[in-house]
């Protein structure tokens, strides 16, 4: 059974820096493209970030330059490292494989705000 755990989150002000992470199981992980989504309030779920298995990366033009996406195989995780942070990026942050998601965790809330 595949599962994401995300963590990291936090209330933080404009112009800041979060780091996020995410522990993956039931799932061979060094063969999968992994991505960082977000939810904001009444909106459908955003890819920002995407990494390939082979540590390629792309991202949202939204993000670029301000987020960088991780992964370490050995350990089953991906990080997701959010500097600059706006008050736009505020949304519930997760985990999930990089093509067609599936069965998503429970976030970790990610708030920026002076």
């Known amino acids: 059974q595949v599962q994401f755990v995300e963590s990291g989150g936090g209330l933080v002000q404009p112009g800041g820096s979060l780091r996020l992470s995410c522990a993956a199981s039931?799932?061979?992980?060094?063969?999968?493209?992994m991505g960082w989504y977000r939810q904001a309030p009444g909106k459908q779920h955003e890819l920002v970030a995407r990494?390939?298995?082979?540590?390629?990366?792309n991202y949202a033009d939204s993000v670029k330059g301000r987020f960088t996406i991780s992964r370490d195989n050995a350990k089953n995780m991906v990080y997701l490292q959010l500097n600059s942070l706006k008050p736009e990026d505020t949304a519930a942050y997760y985990c999930?494989?990089?093509?067609?998601?599936?069965?998503w965790g429970q976030g970790t809330q990610v708030t920026v705000s002076s």
């Open positions: 990494i390939f298995n082979g540590g390629n990366t």
């Open positions: 039931g799932i061979n992980f060094s063969v999968f493209a």
């Open positions: 999930n494989l990089g093509f067609n998601p599936r069965g």
